[in-house]
C-alpha cells in the first residue's frame, strides 16, 4: 500500500517520463537535422518548440517536488523492469516499472505534445 497520494504520484511520474521524452525528441532533432528533407525548417520548429513546452512543464514538476519534499531516484534497472524509489516527504517507497510500460508511456505523451502543438496551430 502506497502512502504516496494520487496526485504527487502522478507528479513524480512527470519527473520520470518527461526528461526521457526531450530525449526522444533531441534524438529526432538530430535526424531531421541530418536528413535530406527539401524544407527541414517546419519540422525542426515543431520539434523545438514542443521542447520548449516539455522543458516548461518539467520544470513546473521538479519546483513543485522540491517546494514539497519529493523525489524520485532510479535504483536498478534490467531487461524488463525499471526500479525507482520514490521519497515523499522522509517516506521511501520503491515502485518497480515494466520498461515496455515506460516506452508506451512516453508514446503516449509524445503524441499528446506534438498533437497539441499541431492543434494550437490550426
Not at 13 to 19: M, R
Not at 42 to 52: D, G, Q, S, V
Not at 58 to 85: G, I, P, S
Amino acid at each position: 500500500m502506497t502512502r504516496i497520494p494520487d496526485d504527487d504520484r502522478d507528479i513524480m511520474e512527470k519527473a520520470i517520463y518527461l526528461p526521457m521524452v526531450l530525449i526522444v525528441l533531441n534524438r529526432d532533432l538530430a535526424v531531421v537535422e541530418t536528413s535530406p528533407f527539401k524544407l527541414k525548417k517546419p519540422y525542426l520548429n515543431l520539434i523545438e518548440e514542443t521542447m520548449k513546452e516539455i522543458q516548461r512543464d518539467l520544470a513546473v514538476v521538479k519546483q513543485y517536488m522540491k517546494k514539497n519534499k519529493l523525489q524520485v531516484v532510479e535504483t536498478k534497472r534490467d531487461d524488463a523492469f525499471t526500479m525507482y524509489m520514490f521519497i515523499y516527504k522522509g517516506y521511501e517507497e520503491n515502485h518497480n516499472y515494466f520498461n515496455p510500460r515506460i516506452r508506451n508511456k512516453v508514446q503516449e505523451l509524445l503524441e499528446v505534445y506534438l498533437l497539441k502543438k499541431h492543434l494550437s496551430r490550426s
